[in-house]
Nanobody, 119 residues
Framework: QVQLEEAGGGLVQAGGSLRLSCAAS????????MGWFRQAPGKERECVAT????????YALDSVKGRFTISRDNAKSTVYLQMNSLKPEDTAVYYC????????????WGQGTQVTVSS
């Protein structure tokens, strides 16, 4: 079972940047596709960005394209979300998640980290 721990959230002014990281306990981290999700108060959880196990392919939500970048370092069992040009509407709890090869769903989730963007 994979344990995920996010870090890097906080309070930032609009236009600022944050870098989230998610460290995995599983030594076979490279076998998992990874994703970042977020949930704002009163809203459903949405997928922000995903990355394949090799890092060769990524996906980003339209509203964050050009501002957020997902990356991974398999040697460190860590996935990152670089967030630039932050907007108040990016305020949410951000979660990382892992999906094992062949699975349709993300099976493992971190506890979440709060990102608050002030206007």
């Amino acid at each position: 079972q994979v344990q995920l721990e996010e870090a890097g959230g906080g309070l930032v002014q609009a236009g600022g940047s944050l870098r989230l990281s998610c460290a995995a306990s599983e030594g076979t981290f490279s076998r998992y596709a990874m994703g970042w999700f977020r949930q704002a108060p009163g809203k459903e959880r949405e997928c922000v960005a995903t990355i394949t196990w090799t890092g060769a392919r990524t996906y980003a939500l339209d509203s964050v394209k050009g501002r957020f970048t997902i990356s991974r370092d398999n040697a460190k069992s860590t996935v990152y979300l670089q967030m630039n040009s932050l907007k108040p509407e990016d305020t949410a709890v951000y979660y990382c998640a892992a999906r094992s090869f062949g699975s349709r769903d993300y099976e493992y989730w971190g506890q979440g980290t709060q990102v608050t963007v002030s206007s």
